[in-house]
Structures are given as structure tokens and as C-alpha cells.
């Protein structure tokens, strides 16, 4: 399963050379990888409110293209595993207009307790859900104005 995210580039999300920064991708695969969420049917609120917490462990980002003010991004997210306390998810961010690749990603989360801020284990309303996701069960795909 795949979801898409879309960003337009903001003015703010450029360097000094009039490209997109680097640091920003970061900020687009969590857009990416909360809208993905979403579409379980699943928020950030919804996993807050049940005590956990969903921090980063690993991130990496291959940069292929320069993406430019004003350029239509679509961020492509999918599932790559799954365990009872992680979940890694692979990205694309590619230009809109020509479908050109502009960087490919990785990140891994662990579930952790809010309270403690140790690694918890996901109960079955979300590990399903995730799991059904992972398997490739469709779910809406787009989301739009992010």
C-alpha cells in the first residue's frame, strides 16, 4: 500500500541558492508517514491519547534532484516492516509536473510509552490496522494541501 501526500514549495523552504534545503525532506517524509497513518484511520492524537509516542531511530534521505520555489511535490509512502514495537516506511518525493524523482528515504519509529519513554508494544486496534496496511489492504491514497 501507498499513500501520496502533496506539498507546494514555500519561499521559506529554500536555501540562498533558490533550491529546496535538505532538512526539509525530513519534514516531508512526517508528513508523509502522518498522512499514511491517517488513512488507517489512526492520528498522532489518537496514539498520544493511548499513552504512546512514535520517535525516530533511523533516517535517510538519497537527494537525486533539486526540487525550487513554487515546484508541486507529491510524497509517496509505504510500509517496509512492521513489528509489534517498530515500523519503517519508504519514501519518494518527486515533482508533480514531471513525475522526476527527487529524493528517495527511509526512516524507521519505534513505539514508546508516553509516560515512561520507554519502547512499548502497539495494542491490536493499531497493530492491526498497520498490519492489514502492510499486507497491502487499499486505503485512500491521496491527500491533498499539506
Known amino acids: 500500500m501507498e499513500v501520496k501526500a502533496y ?10 541558492m533558490g533550491v529546496v534545503h535538505h532538512a526539509n525532506y525530513i519534514r516531508w ?3 508523509g ?7 488507517l484511520g489512526i492520528t498522532l492524537g489518537d496514539l498520544m491519547d493511548a499513552g504512546y509516542v512514535f ?13 525550487h520555489f ?14 509489534k514495537v517498530k515500523m519503517a516506511f519508504d519514501y519518494e518525493v ?5 513525475d522526476r524523482l527527487l529524493v528517495r528515504g ?5 513505539f514508546t510509552s508516553r509516560e515512561t519513554g520507554n519502547i512499548a508494544k502497539l495494542p491490536a486496534k493499531f497493530y492491526e490496522k498497520l498490519q492489514l496496511a502492510l499486507a497491502g489492504e487499499d486505503a485512500p491514497k491521496d491527500a491533498k494541501n499539506l
Not at 58 to 65: I, L, N, R, Y
Not at 72 to 83: D, H, I, K, Q, S
Not at 106 to 110: E, W
Open 94 to 98: 518527486r515533482r508533480a509536473t514531471d
Open 70 to 83: 513554487d515546484d508541486e511535490l507529491v510524497v509517496v509512502t509505504r510500509p517496509t516492516a512492521l513489528t
Open 29 to 31: 517524509f512526517e508528513i
Open 55 to 67: 520517535p525516530l531511530t533511523d533516517v535517510s534521505a538519497k537527494f537525486v534532484a533539486s526540487a
Open 33 to 39: 508517514r502522518v498522512e499514511f497513518l491517517r488513512t
Open 7 to 16: 506539498h507546494r514549495v514555500n519561499f521559506y523552504d529554500t536555501d540562498a
Open 106 to 110: 527511509h526512516t524507521q519509529n519505534v
